[in-house]
């Protein structure tokens, strides 16, 4: 099941996203803008977050990979969601949703369907999420989906993949899981598959989340380690965490 993804290989991928810094445009969630802007910037990529629908498209152009998070959407981020989409489409780049609580609105729903027919699209939800969207993604070209839990599984045009590695403190801080996305769209940006993008993404956010959770009293001083874990992560320490 993760026969191709082993330590090498993810610190690979998270070599190439340092070395390229590609720079992730995010339309996300107003609670995790910071956490996310911080994330990226330890994993070695470049965070933008305009959504003003008369510049969004001429920002992000120069970004390697495009982030929607409904998690707030406003009627600003509404109208924004389609120049994404067309620049996404025009020039191929890697496009991930974060489908917060579409379960619970018709609105969100409907931009999530708008979203998903979009070929090739990455899309990372929780179980909930998921399996609401679960009709919309049967007809979707392409897509893999990550739905994350205890264990993260990631279903791609190029195999299944399920990540292990994390902590339950990871789910005291707001915002984490809508940064865990952003760091997949960085992961993205530098390996054509998307299935080892994610899985290389994941396994770094989870093993980060672990040595965070070895250094920190609570929820608080965990949300520091974790910036910290991910900056320093290494080949070594995915060997002796993967192994």
């Given at each position: 099941?993760?026969?191709?993804?082993?330590?090498?290989?993810v610190?690979?991928?998270?070599?190439?996203?340092?070395?390229?810094?590609?720079?992730?445009?995010?339309?996300?969630?107003?609670?995790?803008q910071?956490?996310?802007?911080?994330?990226?910037?330890?994993?070695?990529?470049?965070?933008?977050?305009a959504?003003?629908?008369d510049?969004?498209?001429?920002?992000?152009?120069?970004a390697?990979?495009?982030?929607?998070n409904?998690?707030?959407?406003?009627?600003?981020?509404e109208?924004?969601?389609?120049?994404?989409?067309?620049?996404?489409?025009?020039?191929?780049?890697?496009?991930?949703?974060?489908?917060?609580?579409?379960?619970?609105?018709?609105?969100?729903?409907?931009?999530?369907?708008?979203?998903?027919?979009?070929?090739?699209?990455?899309?990372?939800?929780?179980?909930?999420?998921?399996?609401?969207?679960?009709?919309?993604?049967?007809?979707?070209?392409?897509?893999?989906?990550?739905?994350?839990?205890?264990?993260?599984?990631?279903e791609?045009?190029?195999?299944?993949f399920?990540?292990?590695?994390?902590?339950?403190?990871?789910?005291?801080?707001?915002?984490?899981?809508?940064?865990s996305?952003?760091?997949?769209?960085?992961?993205?940006?530098?390996e054509?598959?998307?299935?080892?993008?994610?899985?290389?993404?994941?396994?770094?956010?989870?093993?980060?989340g672990?040595?965070?959770?070895?250094r920190?009293?609570?929820?608080?001083?965990?949300?520091m380690?974790?910036?910290?874990a991910?900056a320093s992560?290494?080949?070594?320490?995915?060997?002796?965490?993967?192994?």
């Open positions: 099941m993760n026969d191709r993804l082993d330590a090498t290989l610190a690979s991928i998270l070599a190439q996203v340092a070395q390229a810094r590609p720079r992730v445009h995010c339309l996300t969630n107003t609670v995790a910071n956490v996310t802007a911080n994330m990226l910037l330890a994993f070695g990529a470049i965070p933008s977050m959504v003003h629908p510049e969004v498209a001429d920002v992000a152009a120069g390697g990979a495009i982030l929607i409904l998690g707030t959407i406003s009627p600003e981020g109208r924004a969601i389609p120049r994404l989409l067309e620049l996404a489409r025009a020039q191929g780049k890697p496009l991930v949703l974060d489908p917060v609580f579409v379960e619970l609105s018709p609105l969100r729903m409907r931009l999530a369907e708008d979203i998903l027919r979009l070929p090739g699209i990455v899309v990372r939800g929780n179980g909930g999420e998921m399996q609401a969207l679960a009709p919309l993604l049967a007809a979707t070209s392409g897509a893999t989906r990550i739905t994350t839990g205890l264990v993260d599984r990631i791609a045009p190029s195999g299944l399920e990540i292990a590695h994390g902590h339950p403190l990871m789910t005291k801080v707001t915002g984490l899981g809508c940064a996305s952003a760091l997949v769209a960085a992961c993205c940006a530098v054509p598959d998307p299935g080892l993008a994610a899985g290389a993404a994941l396994t770094a956010f989870g093993i980060a672990e040595i965070a959770a070895e920190s009293a609570g929820p608080g001083s965990f949300a380690h974790l910036i910290d991910l992560l290494d080949e070594a320490t995915l060997l002796t965490r993967m192994g």
